[in-house]
């Protein structure tokens, strides 16, 4: 006999706005686009204990009905998320954020790239990186984080990972996201965008 999952809590999406002191650590003078052009989105998830999880991203506020069509249909698909927490919990650092597998989007920084230096999606609130360990960031032998080391064989598909006709990468391309494990060379397996980048 196959058991049957318990029914799903209604999923939760809201936005708010925020402030300049509410991105102390993650936008300044001088980032691409201002707090007011951001908002907090508030998001049901499921995590890898299979439960309901309240979470928060922050993104550009014209993308925001793709997150929450994304994210509802993560919901929905039970797709497993570790956290999701602004990285201005992680002080505005990538590598902690990274380290905590945690789910984030704005961080107004420069991309991870070789090449002239330029803003990263991230900067603009429109991108989202998803599950940094089991999703990692490829640059030569460097794996970001380094627990990703774990999951480099792809093949070996597990809960939460980004995969190639997988629900988290269909879910992005549904509303015209690009994926990032794509990239040639140095695939950045978390990293979801609306231009691709």
């Not at 793709?66 to 602004?86: D, S, W």
Request: charged share 20%.
């Amino acid at each position: 006999m196959v058991a049957v999952p318990a029914p799903l809590p209604p999923f939760v999406a809201r936005a708010e706005r925020v402030t300049a002191a509410d991105l102390r650590f993650s936008w300044h003078s001088g980032c691409p686009v201002g707090p007011s052009a951001l908002r907090r989105v508030r998001l049901s998830f499921i995590g890898f204990d299979g439960e309901r999880h309240l979470g928060a991203l922050v993104v550009n506020a014209r993308v925001v009905p793709q997150v929450i069509a994304v994210f509802g249909t993560l919901y929905r698909a039970r797709f497993p998320i570790r956290r999701m927490q602004p990285v201005d919990v992680y002080r505005g650092s990538d590598d902690r954020s990274a380290a905590a597998d945690n789910t984030s989007g704005f961080n107004c920084r420069k991309a991870v790239a070789s090449g002239p230096t330029s803003w990263s999606m991230h900067a603009y609130g429109e991108a989202i990186d998803v599950n940094d360990v089991e999703n990692p960031y490829l640059e030569g032998a460097r794996v970001i984080p380094p627990a990703g080391r774990a999951y480099l064989d792809r093949r070996n598909v597990r809960p939460g990972m980004a995969v190639d006709g997988g629900v988290l990468v269909r879910a992005f391309a549904s509303v015209g996201w690009g994926w990032g494990g794509r990239f040639a060379g140095t695939p950045d397996y978390q990293h979801f965008s609306t231009n691709g980048r």
